[in-house]
Every structure is written in C-alpha cells, then in structure tokens.
C-alpha cells in the first residue's frame, strides 16, 4: 500500500508538470471560463484530465497496440482535431459576451464541454509517447502490478485535475471584474490563438500523410 501512495504521489506532480504549460486547451479552458463561468472552466479541465488520464494508463498499462495504432493513425486525429479547434476559436471570436450566461449554463451544456474537451486533448496522439517517455526517465513505465498502473493512472488524473480547477477558479475570480467588451476583445485574441492551433495541427497532420 505505501509504494501504491508513493506512485500515487510522484505521478500526481507529474500530471500537474504536463497540465501547466500553456497550449490550445490551457486558452479554451480560459476563453469558457470567461464565457460561461466557473462550471464552463471546470468541465472542461475535467474532460481534459480524463483524456491525460486515458493516455497515461496506456502507458502504465503498457497497452503498446493501442499506442501504435493511435501513432500510425496520427495524421488523420492531428487533423480532425485541428479542424475542430478551427470551429471553436471561430466560434468564440464572434460570440457574445455577457455575465448572465454562466447563470443560464445548463448539464446538457456542460456536458457538451466536457465531452469536446476530452475529445479534442485525445486527438494529439503523441500525448502517449510523451506519457511513456516521462514513465521510463522515472522508473515508472509499464508496472507489472494492477494496483501499480491505476496508482499511476489516478496519479496523473488527479494531478492535471488540480491544475484546470485551479486555472478555471483563478479566472473565474477576476472574470466578475472584466467589462463586457473587454471579454470581447478577450474572446476574439483567444479564439485567434486556438485557431492558430487549429491551422498547425491540420497542416502538420497533412504533411504526414
């Protein structure tokens, strides 16, 4: 049970080391915040969490035929995910801004975020690789035990869990003081970024090919 924590507890700083750096999901998870409050954040770091969690238990559970498959798949995800990045910075560049959306955010919503934002981190297959990679430097790669690998896995969820709740309450803190236009302008230099993203992901999809 102790080695169980201590995998547990090293895998949790891991997630949070790869949650950090900013990227196209680290924007959208900013640009919903502000657009519809904290519940809007929340889903979707959650939907982002469980796809590191997904693609960290590959790789604690040594499940090197899906990885290989994901990898050879590659241009074709890249891309999928690039061209729905292009729709949601699109869509948050001529969005309307207004602080009473938050109230008006219902669970049907918030599963659709949720759902997109799992769904769009899933498509950068290289995130497995990345995860192996990480593993194998610490020792941690593979574990031949069940208890081990979900110890990992949890590790890892929790971790970059940790990081898209404190990113969506931070912003969600300052959001109250923002005027409307601002949250404009703010929207559209998001929306701008992701579809900057979007625009790298499909071309280097396609370059693959």
């Given at each position: 049970?102790?080695?169980?924590a201590v995998l547990f507890a090293r895998t949790l700083v891991l997630g949070l080391l790869v949650a950090v750096p900013v990227g196209p999901m680290g924007i959208l998870c900013i640009q919903r915040t502000m657009a519809h409050g904290w519940r809007g954040g929340a889903a979707t770091g959650i939907g982002i969490a469980s796809a590191d969690a997904i693609y960290a238990?590959?790789?604690?559970?040594?499940?090197?035929?899906v990885s290989?498959?994901?990898?050879?798949?590659?241009?074709?995800?890249?891309?999928?995910?690039?061209?729905a990045l292009l729709w949601l910075g699109w869509r948050a560049i001529v969005a309307r801004p207004t602080r009473d959306v938050?109230?008006?955010?219902?669970?049907?919503r918030?599963?659709?975020l949720y759902a997109s934002a799992m769904g769009l981190t899933l498509t950068n297959p290289m995130t497995v690789i990345f995860f192996a990679a990480i593993f194998a430097?610490?020792?941690?790669a593979a574990q031949a035990r069940t208890g081990g690998?979900?110890?990992?896995?949890l590790g890892v969820a929790c971790g970059s869990l940790?990081?898209?709740?404190?990113?969506?309450?931070?912003?969600?803190?300052?959001r109250h003081a923002v005027s409307e236009r601002m949250i404009s302008v703010l929207n559209r230099i998001s929306g701008g970024l992701i579809i900057a993203f979007g625009v790298f992901a499909v071309v280097s999809g396609v370059l693959r090919f």
């Amino acid at each position: 049970m102790g080695s169980y924590a201590v995998l547990f507890a090293r895998t949790l700083v891991l997630g949070l080391l790869v949650a950090v750096p900013v990227g196209p999901m680290g924007i959208l998870c900013i640009q919903r915040t502000m657009a519809h409050g904290w519940r809007g954040g929340a889903a979707t770091g959650i939907g982002i969490a469980s796809a590191d969690a997904i693609y960290a238990g590959f790789a604690a559970f040594g499940l090197t035929t899906v990885s290989h498959w994901m990898v050879a798949y590659q241009p074709y995800i890249r891309s999928v995910g690039g061209l729905a990045l292009l729709w949601l910075g699109w869509r948050a560049i001529v969005a309307r801004p207004t602080r009473d959306v938050a109230r008006a955010i219902d669970s049907g919503r918030l599963k659709s975020l949720y759902a997109s934002a799992m769904g769009l981190t899933l498509t950068n297959p290289m995130t497995v690789i990345f995860f192996a990679a990480i593993f194998a430097s610490a020792g941690l790669a593979a574990q031949a035990r069940t208890g081990g690998a979900l110890a990992v896995t949890l590790g890892v969820a929790c971790g970059s869990l940790s990081w898209w709740l404190a990113l969506a309450t931070g912003v969600s803190a300052v959001r109250h003081a923002v005027s409307e236009r601002m949250i404009s302008v703010l929207n559209r230099i998001s929306g701008g970024l992701i579809i900057a993203f979007g625009v790298f992901a499909v071309v280097s999809g396609v370059l693959r090919f």
